[in-house]
Every structure is written in C-alpha cells, then in structure tokens.
C-alpha cells in the first residue's frame, strides 16, 4: 500500500522522494538518537514543511485529506521524521486561523520556505490533557508580555526558530485564563534544559523548555487574550488527524517488513508465509490496516466539507495509535528472534508505535471525546 492516487500527483511525488530520504537515514536517527537533518532538509526542499500554508503565502495549501496521506507517508519511512509533520502542524494551523495579518506575512512564508523551524508548548510537569491546569504565567507590562514559567514534553524545542507557548494571562480563570503567544527564539530567559532519551520516535527532540522573565512584544499575542485554549481545540480536530496518520505510517512500516520477511524466509523446507497461522495473521493485520486508513480519510473528507469532526477524530487517533502497536507487536512475532534485534524495522516500529497511544492525547482521553460525543457533556 502507498499514497493515494487521488492525491495531487505533484504532491505525492513529492512525499515519496521526501520518504526516500528518511527512509535512508531512520534506523541511524533512531540508534544515535539524533535529529533527521537529512530528512527535514528534504521535507523543506520538497515543500512539505508548508503542507499546510495557505498558497498566497508559498504553501502547498494541502486539504486535511492530502495532509493525512502524505504523513503516513513519510512516517512509514521513518516516525521521527513524521513526527516533524506534527509539531508544525500546531503552530502552522494556530497561525491561520488567529494570526493576525502582520503575524500571517512575517511568518508563515518563512515556514513554507523551511526557514523558520517550530515549536507547540502547552504540556507541564503536572499536566498533559488538563491544559487548564497549566501554571506558566503571562503578565503584561507596558508593550510586554512577561512570561514565567516550565514547560515538559516539548517537541523541537531545541531547534525552533518559533515556538507557540500556552501561558496563564488569569491564574485564577483555569481554561478561560490561557492565552497563546508567539516567542521566537534567542528571546532573553528562553531556554531548553534537558532532552529526553525515549523508547520510540527517538529523533524527536523532547525536553524541557523554561521561560524565566521572558519579554514577548504585545503584538506576539496570538488571537485573543484569554482564548488560547478555545484556539488550540479548534486545530485540535487536524492535529488529530495527523497524529493518526503518523500511527498509521508506522503501523504500514510494520506490516510491509512482516510481509516482505514471510515471503523470503524459509521454514521447515518452505516459505513462512505458507505457514497459516503467518498468513492469517498478516491477513488481519492488513485488514486492520486498511480499516484505519479509511477510518482517517471519512474524517478528513468531513473536515475538508466543513462538518465539525471532533468524535471521528478521536476514533482515527484511537484506532491508528492502537492498531499501530497491535501490527508491531504481529510483525515482530514474524520475524522471531530477528524481531528483537536493534535495527530491525519491526524492533523500531513496536517502539515507535507505543509512543503514539500516548502523546498527543492517551487512548482514555480519545475515548472520552467519544462518549461526550455518544452521552454529551454531562
């Protein structure tokens, strides 16, 4: 299984030759645990990194449908690569939707050309999916934001030319108190204080990013003060959609290096595939696949109609995340002993495909929009 045909043609070339790249370097990236340089330099070169910029600003202007297929694609490649997809997604869709004309022209052309890397941090220490929860502060001053403050789990937050940042304009107003505000890197008392080793996705470059007294220009204020948290859900429903598709490129990973294993090794004076218990395995593993993807492109046609998507935007996420680890689990039993050894795909998928029923909202949580959505609110 690849890209869809029904996907721009141009732009699908393009996610397969970016996919080439990653697909070069990610056992390297995954074992060094480094960032994909490569990858990202030709995600940038192909004009992935504005997948999602409007066209009058120099983006590809992509539909969530598009924007889905092509993640899977270069997530199946190599999931830290995907995984950069994701992180721009956040800010890119903030920007959009609440920037202000100034902050659209400054930045989003920057993006789209690859020059202006980014960064999305809301997570805390104490808090992950209880956004309202989060202590970071933001206290105007004259002309300034002062922002104080810890933030946990933060992807790129090492390389970001940009970083959109969730703060507390109301202590006291817990959802209703969070704003967004634009911090370009270098600002005086921004700083990244650890990377994280992970189990998966290992080139992403988590950590902790600190703001001690940080200076941000009123004019970074994204949106309305006070409606950050209103403004994050709305892009919420799209960044669900690529988290989805980033699971699933990786469970297509899987399953592709389970096939190819079962069609070359030999067992008892036959191929394995041969073997029923192998090929009904695989068989359900192709069908959970195939489920997934179309679970993700219902969602992504509705979203691209117009239709509010919250519920089957969890159940894409739910379903992609959680197939994902199911498939690398079935792959790496395919490949027997050959499964646990460092650098085998089906080794990193299962790593890689653990993370994803985590990051980005849990399972519980996914599964909670769904009720509300079944039960309502109450």
């Known amino acids: 299984m690849?890209?869809?045909?029904?996907?721009?043609?141009?732009?699908?070339?393009?996610?397969?030759?970016?996919?080439?790249?990653?697909?070069?370097?990610?056992?390297?990236?995954?074992i060094e645990e480094r960032f994909p340089e490569e990858a990202l330099a030709a995600l940038s070169e192909e004009g992935l990194l504005g997948l999602a910029v409007p066209k009058e600003y120099g983006g590809?202007?992509?539909?969530?449908?598009?924007?889905?297929?092509?993640?899977?694609?270069?997530?199946?490649?190599?999931?830290?690569?995907?995984?950069?997809?994701?992180?721009?997604?956040?800010?890119?869709?903030?920007?959009?939707?609440?920037?202000?004309?100034?902050?659209?022209?400054k930045y989003l052309p920057e993006i789209a050309a690859g020059r202006c890397k980014l960064s999305f941090a809301l997570t805390e220490e104490h808090c992950g999916s209880d956004a309202g929860a989060i202590t970071t502060t933001a206290v105007l001053d004259g002309?300034?934001?002062?922002?104080?403050?810890?933030?946990?789990?933060?992807?790129?937050?090492?390389?970001?030319?940009?970083?959109?940042?969730?703060?507390?304009?109301?202590?006291?107003?817990?959802a209703k108190g969070v704003s967004s505000f634009l911090v370009e890197n270098g600002t005086a008392g921004l700083a990244v204080?650890?990377?994280?080793?992970?189990?998966?996705?290992?080139?992403?470059?988590?950590?902790d990013l600190v703001l001690r007294a940080v200076r941000v220009p009123r004019a970074q204020l994204l949106g309305q003060e006070g409606r950050g948290l209103a403004q994050m859900l709305?892009?919420?429903?799209?960044?669900?959609?690529?988290?989805?598709?980033h699971a699933l490129g990786i469970a297509r990973s899987a399953y592709e290096a389970a096939v190819g294993y079962a069609k070359t090794r030999e067992v008892f004076g036959s191929r394995l595939h041969k073997n029923q218990a192998i090929s009904f395995l695989i068989a359900d593993c192709a069908t959970q696949l195939h489920a997934s993807?179309?679970?993700?492109?219902?969602?992504?046609?509705?979203?691209?109609?117009?239709?509010?998507?919250?519920?089957?935007?969890?159940?894409?996420?739910?379903?992609?995340?959680?197939?994902?680890?199911?498939?690398?689990?079935?792959?790496?039993?395919?490949?027997?002993?050959?499964?646990?050894?460092?650098?085998?795909?089906?080794?990193?998928?299962?790593?890689?495909?653990?993370?994803?029923?985590?990051?980005?909202?849990?399972?519980?949580?996914?599964?909670l929009i769904i009720a509300r959505e079944i039960f309502g609110r109450d």
């Open 143 to 174: 002309d300034h934001y002062v922002l104080d403050g810890k933030k946990a789990w933060i992807g790129n937050a090492i390389n970001a030319d940009l970083t959109l940042v969730a703060a507390k304009t109301d202590p006291t107003a817990r």
């Open 60 to 105: 590809l202007g992509a539909n969530s449908r598009t924007a889905s297929l092509v993640v899977e694609e270069v997530a199946a490649a190599c999931a830290s690569t995907g995984a950069i997809l994701l992180t721009w997604a956040g800010p890119i869709t903030g920007l959009v939707d609440f920037g202000t004309s100034e902050q659209k022209s």
């Open 293 to 367: 993807r179309l679970i993700m492109l219902d969602a992504a046609a509705d979203l691209d109609a117009g239709k509010s998507i919250g519920a089957k935007a969890a159940m894409a996420k739910l379903h992609s995340s959680e197939i994902a680890t199911r498939i690398a689990h079935a792959s790496v039993q395919v490949h027997g002993a050959w499964g646990l050894k460092k650098g085998n795909a089906a080794e990193r998928a299962y790593r890689d495909a653990r993370i994803t029923e985590v990051w980005d909202g849990t399972s519980e949580i996914q599964k």
């Open 234 to 245: 709305q892009s919420l429903d799209y960044i669900r959609l690529m988290t989805a598709a």
């Open 2 to 30: 690849s890209i869809k045909q029904d996907v721009d043609p141009n732009i699908a070339d393009a996610a397969r030759r970016a996919a080439a790249v990653a697909a070069r370097y990610a056992t390297e990236v995954d």
């Open 193 to 207: 204080e650890e990377i994280y080793s992970k189990m998966g996705a290992r080139g992403t470059k988590h950590g």
